[in-house]
């Protein structure tokens, strides 16, 4: 499934994981930093493809989650189980599968698909 709408995840390895569930594009947001640049592609993004928020299941998942909704107030948002997405003692969306990814994104209403 191809998705249209610009996905955004905190890192590389949150990006490889959604790529083997969905074809798309992500913005990396490494941790809280937000620079200039990255606010620069999310107002691209937002108003011309749309975002859907897939942060980890953790506090400072959450965080980043809460400051781009107050943003960008109409991005749907992608929640992963807490207890698909950990691996040992780390808690992420690079441990989710590819099939519950792909469950979240869809939860998240309806996406603009290309097929």
Known sequence: M???EIIVVEGRDDTQAVKRAVECETIETHGFGFPEEMWK???TAYRNRGL???TDPDHAG???????KERYPDSREAFLPRSRAVKG???GVENATPAVILKAI???GRTRCVR
Not at 62 to 68: A, F, M, S, T
């Open 2 to 4: 191809k998705i249209s």
């Open 41 to 43: 592609s999310l107002d």
């Open 52 to 54: 859907i928020l897939l």
């Open 62 to 68: 959450d965080l980043i989650r809460k400051k781009i």
């Open 89 to 91: 003692r780390d808690i």
């Open 106 to 108: 869809t939860a998240a």
